[in-house]
T-cell receptor, first 113, second 115 residues
Framework: DQQVKQNSPSLSVQEGRISILNCDYT??????FLWYKKYPAEGPTFLIS?????DKNEDGRFTVFLNKSAKHLSLHIVPSQPGDSAVYFC????????????FGTGTSLTVIP | DTGVSQNPRHKITKRGQNVTFRCDPI?????LYWYRQTLGQGPEFLTY????????KSRLLSDRFSAERPKGSFSTLEIQRTEQGDSAMYLC?????????????FGSGTRLTVV
């Protein structure tokens, strides 16, 4: 059962523009969400997180928005840079599970110079 | 300490052989997690330890999979009687306590190919 879904396998954006990556989840118990970036042959690298008590979290060029009623979160990257080209995964965990994360299938972002 | 270290980076093995992977977490992290990632999928949780205690192992894929963390530091993941379907990237992560604010960090993974 895919509890975390990223329905866009790929996304292309011009350098300097905004990249918006989307993620949906089905388990209403999820209360902590992460975004990771992954380059080929490397492990996932943590980008940004959000707790369910918030609806927005910012870190530099990265902002994550959480819509709990819609069970939807999104990652905004502004401005997009060529070095942002990677696969982005969202992940979610429920309380009391020891930080076991459920991951989406990833969105491959290409930022075109 | 430069992060989570996994060895080997690549492993090719014949079907039916046993393999063992090692993970060295960030030294101050008390929790260690194993995930598996297959092509086109996100990482899939397998098991985790808090110190030397294995607190969740029901999501290990079969009884051919086992993990240990004998002294609460490094961990090993063993797959017995490997099958071609076991070919994947095996990822280790570590964190401090129950808060992901304390650096839930992944290693670079071990890529297993079963031929």
């Amino acid at each position: 059962d895919q509890q975390v879904k990223q329905n866009s396998p790929s996304l292309s954006v011009q350098e300097g523009r905004i990249s918006i990556l989307n993620c949906d989840y089905t388990n209403s118990m999820f209360d902590y969400f992460l975004w990771y970036k992954k380059y080929p042959a490397e492990g996932p690298t943590f980008l940004i997180s959000i707790s369910s008590i918030k609806d927005k979290n910012e870190d530099g060029r990265f902002t994550v928005f959480l819509n709990k009623s819609a069970k939807h979160l999104s990652l905004h990257i502004v401005p997009s840079q060529p070095g942002d080209s990677a696969v982005y995964f969202c992940a979610a965990s429920a309380p009391g599970t020891g930080n076991q994360f459920y991951f989406g299938t990833g969105t491959s972002l290409t930022v075109i110079p | 300490d430069t992060g989570v270290s996994q060895n080997p980076r690549h492993k090719i093995t014949k079907r039916g052989q046993n393999v063992t992977f090692r993970c060295d977490p960030i030294s101050e992290h008390n929790r260690l997690y194993w995930y598996r990632q297959t092509l086109g999928q996100g990482p899939e949780f397998l098991t985790y330890f808090q110190n030397e205690a294995q607190l969740e192992k029901s999501r290990l894929l079969s009884d051919r999979f086992s993990a240990e963390r004998p002294k609460g530091s490094f961990s090993t993941l063993e797959i017995q009687r490997t099958e071609q379907g076991d070919s994947a990237m095996y990822l280790c992560a570590s964190s401090w306590g129950d808060s992901t604010n304390y650096g839930y960090t992944f290693g670079s993974g071990t890529r297993l190919t079963v031929v």
